[in-house]
C-alpha cells in the first residue's frame, strides 16, 4: 500500500477509482466512459485529480484488452483469479490518491454518484462512506438478495454498536489512511461487509448515502447461497474477534433465560405437592445441561474480552463494570453454598445407612449449583487476574504521577 505515495493537490484532492474486473468485456467500456464523465463534477466536490485503476483478476474473455484501449487508464493483471476481495486490494496498493474508492465493472453501480459520495467524505470528515443501495429508490437487485442484505443490515446492527443498511455494497469512497485501520481484509466476495464491521468497531466515522442499483451486463458470479453463508460467516466471526463478550455473553444470557423458562413449571408444581411428575424428569436434566451451558459460554465470552485487553490492539472492549464484576463473583460463590446446602443431607445420610431416601433431584441439582458455582469463581479468579495486569501499566504510571 503505497500511503507515503497518497497525495493531495493545492487545488483538491486526489480520487483513485478501482474497479475490479472478472470476464466483464460486455459491461467494462460503458462503466470506464462513465467514470472518465464525472472528472467535471469532481472538481466541484474538491477532487482535482482522477486516478482509475482495473484490475483484471484472471479474466479469459476481452476484459484486458479492452481495457487497454482506454488511455489514462492503470491495467493491472492477476495471472489467475484471485478473488474479488485480493482484486480490490491489488488495486489500493497502486493507488496514488488520498481518497480511494471502488465499484463493480458490470454497469450495477452508478459511477455517477462518486461525487456525492466524495463530498459526503469531505464535507463531514468521513473515513468511509457506503453507497446504499437499500436507501435508494431505483433498485433492480433481485428479491432474494435483497432480503438476504436486509438481514445482514439487521443482524450487524446486533452483533455492532452502530447500523449500515447495506453492509455489502460495493460502492464506496474511504480515505487512504483508514487502510491500515480497515487491514486484514478477506479475499473473496465477503470482502466489503468484513470492511463493515471492522470499520465500525474500530471507532471509524461512517456515513451512507442513497444511489441506485442497476441491472448487471453479463452472468452474475454471486453464488447466492454459498455466498450468503460465506458473508453470514464472516460478519459473525468478525464481531466476535472484536466483540466476544457481546456475543458469548448474549448467547450464554439467552441459555440461562431459556432454562429458568423451563424450569418454572416443573419448580411450580413440587413448591405446591412435593412431588415431580415422572414427565418432568428429562425436563429438569435439560434444564441444568442448559444452565451449566449457558453459564459456560458466558464466562468465556468475559473471558475471552480479557484476554484481548492483554494483547497490543487498536480498540479494545471495555473493561467490565467493577460493581458487576464483584456480583458475578458472588454469585459464584452463592451457587456453590446452595448445591453445597442441597447435597449435604443425601451425603450425610449415605455415610450413616448406607443409603439416600431423598428425591434424586436435590443431588442432581446440588451438583450442578456446585460445578456451576466452582466454575464461576474459578473463571472470576483468573479474570480478576487479567484485568489486574491489563490495569498494572496504567496505574504504575498514576503512581508515578503522584511521586
Not at 460503458?30 to 484490475?55: E, H, K, M, P, W
Not at 405446591?272 to 453459564?295: F, M, Q, T
Not at 464461576?376 to 495486569?389: G, N
Amino acid at each position: 500500500m503505497l500511503t507515503d505515495t497518497a497525495r493531495s493537490s493545492p487545488q483538491g484532492h486526489c480520487l483513485s477509482v478501482i474497479i475490479p474486473a472478472y470476464n466483464e468485456e460486455r459491461g467494462i467500456d460503458a462503466v470506464l466512459d462513465r467514470v472518465a464523465a464525472q472528472r467535471d463534477r469532481l472538481r466541484t466536490s474538491g477532487v482535482a485529480d482522477l486516478q482509475v485503476i482495473v484490475v483484471d483478476d484472471g479474466s479469459q474473455d476481452g476484459t484486458a484488452a479492452r481495457v487497454a484501449r482506454h488511455p489514462g487508464v492503470h491495467l493491472v493483471r492477476h495471472p489467475v483469479n484471485q478473488g474479488y476481495g485480493a482484486a480490490l486490494k491489488t488495486g489500493f496498493s497502486q493507488a496514488a490518491g488520498d481518497l480511494l474508492a471502488f465499484l463493480d465493472a458490470d454497469g450495477t453501480y452508478p459511477p455517477e454518484s462518486l461525487p456525492d459520495l466524495c463530498l459526503e467524505a469531505l464535507r463531514n470528515d468521513a473515513d468511509l462512506v457506503v453507497g446504499s443501495r437499500m436507501l435508494g429508490r431505483e433498485n433492480h437487485m433481485p428479491l432474494l438478495r435483497r432480503v438476504g442484505n436486509a438481514l445482514f443490515a439487521s443482524l450487524l446492527s446486533v452483533v455492532s454498536p452502530r447500523r449500515v443498511s447495506d453492509s455489502a455494497s460495493g460502492m464506496r469512497v474511504l480515505k487512504q489512511s483508514a487502510l491500515p485501520t480497515l487491514y486484514p481484509l478477506p479475499d473473496g466476495l465477503d470482502f466489503t461487509p468484513v470492511m463493515s464491521v471492522r470499520a465500525l468497531y474500530e471507532g471509524l466515522r461512517v456515513t451512507e448515502l442513497p444511489i441506485p442499483y442497476g441491472e448487471r451486463v453479463g452472468q452474475s458470479k454471486l453464488a447466492v447461497a454459498k455466498d450468503g453463508m460465506r458473508f453470514l460467516r464472516s460478519i459473525m466471526w468478525t464481531a466476535t474477534v472484536y466483540n466476544p463478550r457481546g456475543v458469548f455473553g448474549a448467547l450464554g444470557l439467552v441459555l440461562l433465560l431459556v432454562a429458568c423458562v423451563w424450569g418454572v413449571p416443573p419448580i411450580v408444581h413440587y413448591a405446591h405437592h412435593r412431588s415431580v411428575p415422572e414427565d418432568s424428569i428429562y425436563r429438569l436434566l435439560a434444564v441444568l445441561i442448559v444452565s451449566a451451558a449457558g453459564i459456560n459460554v458466558l464466562v468465556f465470552g468475559l473471558m475471552s474480552a480479557a484476554i484481548l485487553n492483554l494483547l497490543p490492539a487498536r480498540r479494545r472492549p471495555r473493561p467490565l463494570p467493577r460493581g458487576l464484576h464483584r456480583a458475578l463473583a458472588w454469585g459464584g460463590v452463592a451457587l456453590l453454598l446452595i448445591g453445597i446446602a442441597l447435597v449435604t443431607p443425601s451425603g450425610i445420610e449415605w455415610l450413616e445407612t448406607s443409603r439416600i431416601t431423598r428425591h434424586w433431584s436435590y443431588f442432581a441439582a446440588g451438583g450442578t449449583l456446585i460445578l456451576a458455582g466452582l466454575q464461576l469463581s474459578t473463571w472470576f479468579t483468573l479474570l480478576s487476574m487479567a484485568e489486574d495486569l491489563t490495569s498494572g501499566p496504567e496505574r504504575a504510571r498514576r503512581d508515578s504521577r503522584l511521586e
